[in-house]
């Protein structure tokens, strides 16, 4: 049986009220840049897992274009406007309390710190886990096994008692089985199909429901 669980943040916990593509027009609108693509977004930010702002992966997007636009302006109106649009999927807050009961509970996000950081302050959960890191304080990103290593450390766990809980298939369920942990994937439903590797899966609108009865079956 586990001793510990951890969570990825976005889509796993919390999810914007509007689309990320809308967002991300809006902040570039906001701050006079051309418009990014999600896809082309994610990449850059695949690219900037460990630093302090979103900064550098609007940077990153704005070398080849021909436009004067201050990134750091452009992350802080992202990081903003992002802030407004968070809200916690239904019940999960008290789902977490329930957890905190019988399990070390850990947060471990991908991204800016200051980003991250802002989006648990944003939904008052600055004290709503045992640890909480985001990899921009980190030495590398998931699915670096350093990652995950370092939030079990933080827990006082050893990887194999813990289960890593997240949407992304390649930087959840991948870097945390990898890295020792189980992995319970989030399914979401315009994402990836059940990955062979998660010990288990969940419907995102079921989890604050089904995720305590199926971390407590776990062997």
Do not use: C
Not at 16 to 25: G, M, S
Not at 109 to 128: C, F, I, M, S, Y
Not at 143 to 156: E, K, M, S, V
Not at 160 to 187: C, F, N, S
């Amino acid at each position: 049986m586990p001793r510990a669980v951890v969570f990825d943040l976005d889509y796993t916990l919390a999810v914007p009220r509007r689309d990320r593509a809308t967002i991300l027009e809006e902040a570039t609108a906001a701050t006079d840049a051309p418009s990014f693509t999600r896809q082309s977004y994610l990449e850059a930010h695949r690219r900037n897992l460990t630093s302090e702002t979103r900064e550098p992966i609007f940077a990153d997007l704005l070398a080849d274009s021909e436009s004067d636009a201050d990134p750091a302006a452009v992350a802080t109106a992202y990081r903003e406007t992002i802030a407004d649009a968070l809200e916690p999927l239904p019940d999960v807050e008290a789902m977490l309390a329930e957890f905190r009961g019988a399990y070390r509970v850990g947060l471990l996000t991908n991204g800016p710190v200051r980003a991250q950081r802002h989006k648990l302050e944003t939904l008052g959960w600055e004290d709503a886990f045992d640890a909480a890191l985001v990899t921009g304080e980190l030495e590398a990103g998931k699915p670096d096994p350093r990652a995950f290593a370092a939030i079990t450390d933080a827990l006082g766990v050893a990887p194999g008692d813990a289960v890593y809980v997240g949407d992304e298939v390649e930087a959840d369920v991948r870097g945390a089985t990898e890295a020792g942990l189980r992995a319970i994937q989030v399914l979401l439903a315009d994402g990836p199909d059940p990955d062979p590797r998660a010990s288990a899966h969940v419907e995102q609108a079921d989890i604050a429901a089904r995720l305590p009865e199926i971390v407590a079956t776990l062997d």
